[in-house]
């Protein structure tokens, strides 16, 4: 039993920051990628950020330069600090992570119940 909790969301205005936590807990024997999705109503869910194992990073376009996103691998914990945030940003934000469990061969992928995130005026 896996379990990926995300925190952080809420109502920002355009240009303020935003700081996104996900914690991961379970029988957990490694974590290799993490990252964070998002999805607005009446649009596929994309790719916002990506963390490797090795602490390489992937973004989204629309996001490079605002967006960061960082773990902590004590914590079992990822982040996504938002800068100069966008309405385009508004969304239901997933944090995902590549996991495999203690005694089992096979990574798998987990997903977070989402935090919403309103950037309004």
């Known amino acids: 039993q896996v379990q990926l909790v995300e925190s952080g969301g809420g109502l920002v205005q355009p240009g303020g920051s935003l700081t996104l936590s996900c914690v991961a807990s379970?029988?957990?024997?490694?974590?290799?990628?993490m990252g964070w999705y998002r999805q607005s109503p009446g649009k596929q869910r994309e790719m916002v950020a990506l963390?490797?194992?090795?602490?390489?990073?992937n973004y989204a376009d629309s996001v490079k330069g605002r967006f960061t996103i960082s773990r902590d691998n004590a914590r079992d914990t990822v982040y996504l600090q938002m800068n100069s945030l966008k309405p385009e940003d508004t969304a239901v934000y997933y944090c995902?992570?590549?996991?495999?469990?203690?005694?089992?061969?096979?990574?798998?992928?987990?997903w977070g119940e989402g935090t919403l995130v309103t950037v309004s005026s």
């Open positions: 995902n992570g590549q996991l495999a469990l203690t005694r089992d061969y096979t990574a798998r992928h987990y």
């Open positions: 379970g029988s957990i024997f490694r974590i290799y990628r």
């Open positions: 963390i490797n194992s090795d602490g390489s990073t």
